[in-house]
C-alpha cells in the first residue's frame, strides 16, 4: 500500500496538494497474500503520483437521446471533460493536476511550454500555473492563414491571465525558442519547468507520462460512473491531437475493461504518426505506472479521414456537427477539435459501423473558446433553423 505522506499547503495559495509516496510499485499480482482486483491494482498505481487539484472532477456523464434518435444510431453518451473548469475548461484540466504538481514539488516559479496561437493547452496551462503561483510563460507559433490581432479565443484568455506570451512565426524553431527562454529564467535565478505542447511527450523537466496516467485515471472514473448508471460502454470516441489522452485512455481501458474501444479521431496527423505516438506513449505510461499490461498496436484506432484539409481549417460538416449537436442537445463543441470528431462519429453510426446494441460515449475534450476566432466560417455554414 502506497503510504500517504502529506497533505502541504502550497505557500502563498492555499491549495491542498495530495502528496504520496513515489516508491514502492503493487504491479498486477505482487500484493501479498490475496489477490487484489485490477480496480485497486490501478486506483493504487494512480495513487502514487503527484496531484494538485485543479479540476473539477468528477465531470457529468450524460445521455445524447435527442442526437442519438436523430442520427439513428445507437445509445449515445457523452462525458463532459469540457466542464472541466481551470479558464472554461478541457481536457487539459486532468493533465495539469498531475503536470503542475511535479512543476510545484520541483520547487518551480514559472512554467514553459509551447502550442499554436490558438491553443487550449497553452490556456489552461496559464491559468493552471497562475492558480499555483507560477508564472506561464508561452511560446505560441502563428499558421500562415492567422492573425493575432486582435487577440481573441484563447489568445485574448491568455493574455488576460498574464501570461508571457511570445508569438513566433510560422517557420520560427519552437523548441529553440523555449530552450532559449528556460536558461535565460535559470539564468535569471529562478526555476522554470519546461512540459511539451499538450503535456504528452516526456522531455524538458516532465519525466514521466503524467499526462496520460492523468488520463487512464479519467477512463477509471468514466467506468465508474458508467457501472453505476448501469450502461455497458462499447466505444469511447474522442478527438486526438498530441496523444496522451488516447494513450491514457488505451491503457485503463486495457487493464479495466478490455471490451471498450478507444477510437482517436484525428485532428490533423496521420495515421501511421498518430498510431505509433499514442502507442509509445501508452507502452511508457504502463511503464510509469508499473502495470503488468502488454499495449498492442491493435489497440490502438486512429482515424485521419475526418479532419478535412488540414488542422485548424473549417469545413462545412464541422459546422453541420457542431449545430446539430448544439440543436439537439444543447451542447457545444469547438470547430478544431471536438467538432470535427463529432464528425467522425456522425459518419460512422450514419455508416452503419456501430451495432443497434453498442453504446458509444463521445468524449468532449473542450476548446469552445476556439468558437469566436472561427466565427465567420461558422456563419458561412450554419444551417437556417428555418430550413431543418
Ligand atoms: C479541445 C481539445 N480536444 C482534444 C485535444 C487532443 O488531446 P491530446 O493532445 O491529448 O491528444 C486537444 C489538444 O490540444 C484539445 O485542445
New binding site residues.
Partial sequence: MPALRSFALVAGVGLAIATFSACGGAGAGDLEGDVADPMTIFDEAVSRFEQAPLAHLPTPFEEMPTLAAELGGPRLFVKRDDQTGLAFG???ARKLDFILADAVAKGSDSVVTWAGVQ???ARMTAAGSRRLGMDPILVLQRREDQSVAPADGNLLLDRILGADVRIIEPDGDREATVAEIASAEREAGRTPYVVSV?G?RTGGDMVLPV?AVA?ANGFRELLGQAREAGVTITHVV?????????AGLVVAAKMLAPEVRIIGIS?GGSKAAGEANVLAIARETVEAMQLDLEIEPADVVFLDEYFGEAYGVLNADVVEAIALTARTEGILL?P???GKAMTGLFDMVRNGAFRPTDTVVFLH???TPALFPYREGLLEDLPDPADE
Fill in positions: 478541457g481536457n487539459k491553443s487550449n493547452w499538450g504528452s499526462g488520463y474522442h478527438a486526438s491531437g498530441s496523444g496522451s489522452t488516447q485532428t469547438d478544431v477539435y471536438t475534450t473542450g476548446g
